[in-house]
């Protein structure tokens, strides 16, 4: 069901508590972070900074991080047991804490493994629940999850981003906002596109088999309605 | 209606139509957000059912938060008023008891409804709880109480805000009561100029709450706001449907509220490095606490 924003946001969401910032966004940087490595990881290691690091424990932070890895929403109510349940599922997870410098004060960094796959993702939750994706590997982003977007790791060369707004355009879908980004020339680079509608899941095969990818991912956006 | 920016817009085009504030909220909604009028309708009866839940479970159950810090009195004080201790009568009590009920499951990881927030959870379904009980209302008029209320905090978050570390708690204890006064004269039938009265007696109230939770968990003393929240708007919900005004129109307290809270400095807005925060006895629990 759609519907962001709004009387949505006033009663809402519905959620695991004790706190929205330090919990129900704890679990949707958790979801990103699984969303964008794409499957269950092997092994996570994660840093808490600031007041994620401070009162974390207290705010069931760990708890709701892990929940989110294992694809659960705020309002899981397992989510008390996910610590548990992420060891018998064969997810290795591992806290400690960090200092990112200047970095909002509820700020996460999770690097995530599976085989030679690996993934190092850096989020904040910044209030109500809100979260923002800041970066991904090597690269900066702003990315709220609360759009479909669409992530894609390519090789740098000309007509990409042409190429992926054809397939996209080819199935009607409006984008609303876009970031282009990579190392140096000719390199590897990364594209988020964020879109009005979510795209038929067949886009991101598409995306993959036209294009130099190492991987193109499609993510559902966030949302605070529904119960 | 455009966009709903004040209390007083959503009084007279309620007046306008002879309807309720809660349907001027859901129409306004549906158009605004592009949602049918019953997906609307059937997300807030999910939510008000999340939040007889969460309330019964605190009302019964023995909860206690992971720092062991609260839990349990909801239910002590329930069975005390239950056995004919109170002086203000038995539904006074399980309107504080219910309060509490709720910000105790949160507290200890519990499913609730942030409304507006999690810290001020328990407000809003114990006063729309305890006012259906006694005026023997309908599950619908209480779905639409809850419509209410999300008016008042619409209006709240345009003009000022909902977050406790950017305006203390009265943004967010303050505003659930606020929200619940209005509510709660919808159930009784009271006009919608009387629901506005109440949302502004009830924030008047609260202005000038900080925020300083004790090391910095949503557990004391926001649990026993909620109770002092609750209060509040019954006290609100009696004046209103009584004829009483605020002479400060609704529109200018939540303003108000915004001067004040910008007027707050750092230490009471949620950081913990004031007020009850740091207060001997909570320093020494933050000491404990980071031991263990």
Known sequence: MAGEGGIFDIIGPVMVGPSSSHTAGAVRLGSMARNIFGMKPEKVEILLHGSFASTGVGHGTDRALAAGLLGWRPDDARLVRSLETAREMGVNIIFKSTDLGDAHPNTVLLCLKKGKRYLEIQGSSIGGGKILITRINEFNVELSGAHATLVISHQDRPGAVATVTEILGGHNVNISSMRVSRESRGAKAMMLIEMDELPPYSVAEEIRSSLVVEDALLLQPLTSMGV | ?292
Do not use: Y
């Open chain 2, 1 to 292: 209606m455009g966009k709903i920016t004040s209390v007083e817009g959503l009084v007279l085009e309620a007046e306008k139509g002879n309807k309720k504030i809660a349907q001027v909220v859901i129409e306004q909604q549906s158009h605004e957000l592009g949602v049918t009028v019953e997906d609307i309708w059937q997300d807030f009866a999910g939510k008000w059912q999340v939040m007889k839940d969460s309330l019964n479970e605190g009302m019964v159950g023995e909860i206690k938060s992971a720092s062991g810090l609260v839990g349990g009195d909801a239910h002590q004080l329930a069975q005390s008023a239950q056995q004919g201790k109170t002086v203000f009568g038995l539904p006074f009590s399980l309107l504080i008891a219910r309060a509490m009920a709720v910000a105790e499951v949160n507290a200890g990881m519990g499913r609730i409804v942030a409304a507006p927030t999690a810290g001020s959870c328990g407000v809003l379904p114990s006063v729309i709880f305890t006012v259906g009980e006694q005026l023997n209302a309908p599950e619908e008029t209480l779905v639409e109480a809850l419509l209410t209320a999300a008016g008042i905090g619409l209006v709240i978050a345009h003009r000022a805000t909902l977050s406790g570390a950017e305006g203390g708690c009265q943004a967010e204890v303050g505003s659930a009561a606020a929200m619940a006064a209005a509510a709660g004269v919808e159930i009784t039938g009271g006009s919608p100029r009387q629901a506005a009265a109440a949302a502004a007696l009830a924030l008047k109230n609260l202005l000038g709450l900080v925020c300083d939770p004790v090391a910095g968990l949503v557990e004391v003393p926001c649990v026993k706001r909620n109770a002092g929240g609750a209060s509040v708007a019954a006290m609100a919900i009696e004046l209103a449907i009584a004829g009483v005004t605020s002479t400060i129109p609704v529109d200018e307290v939540i303003d108000a509220m915004q001067d004040i809270g910008r007027a707050l400095p750092c230490s009471l807005r949620e950081t913990a490095e004031g007020g009850l925060a740091v207060t001997p006895t909570a320093l020494n629990i933050q000491s404990k606490l980071h031991k263990s």
